[in-house]
């Protein structure tokens, strides 16, 4: 039950009250991101912090504040289907919030940014609740909301070539990590977001993009038999170079090496699933009917 002082700050457009000490309407609304209930985590707790972080309410505080999300990707950490997924996922969000607001107005020291990146990096491979929506209590969206914070931890000029190097590694074990759960919820279009991120940055080359873009779609080539359904492991490595693509087709601002990495992931996208890109005569041949059936 929301009580009747946070509905009237939200009535006043998230201002913040004189009225009760800042410390203790943190705890409350920190404590709000584990919240079941979206009504309290997604209309309230995240917005209300997010907001008093943008609009520097947090500026003296923020490397304390970034600490207590980084704690807050541990808790349940390793379980999947509780709520304990929530005060995980809106940690990352928030996290991202504080990391952003460094990025614009520099409030914390760069080893203490890197931290922050190591825990959440960690986490993020260690997350096993990929629910994306759940019934009844809203968005869970962990691998989204990780993706969210690793694309602001991507903006930050306290990452260099090797630590960008580092946050494209940790998207691709993600994607290629051994799971049963489809990425149906935007989960690879943000994903992609993030990565889009990184290259704006222009540190990297594409000496070292192929063989990461070869790395995952390595992983993305259907395989599977009459007991094993071949998209199953496929699915999410081909959804995100799809997404890859569409950002680097559509997205701006567009990084240099725009042109090149395009050529690289047609390359690979065809060599996915090749029977979609055969002529229309060769695709209705056997040959065609064989490959795709062998998928």
Known sequence: MVSAFWQQVVADGL???????LDEMTVELTTMLGDPDPAVRD???YPTLATWIEGGVYDDLLPGLGDGMAVGL???????????????SFSALVLAECIERDTRAGLV???????????LMTWFLRERDLRGFVPGKGWAHAVAHGADCLGALARSPHLGRNELTVLLDVVADRLLLATDTIFTAGEPDRLAVAVMQVL???LLDLKLLEPWVARIAAGAVPAGDADHDPFRHAGNAQAFLRSLHLQLALGVPQPQLRSDLLLVLIEHLRAS????????????????RDARTAQ
């Open 15 to 21: 201002n913040v009250p004189t009225d009760r000490p």
């Open 43 to 45: 209309g309230i707790g």
């Open 74 to 88: 541990e808790r349940g950490l390793g379980e999947s289907g509780t709520d304990a997924v929530f005060t995980r």
């Open 109 to 119: 020291p760069a080893d203490r940014i890197l931290r922050w990146g190591d825990r």
């Open 200 to 202: 704006r940055r222009e």
């Open 273 to 288: 699933n090749p029977w979609l890109f055969t002529p229309e005569d060769d695709r209705e041949g056997a040959s065609a």
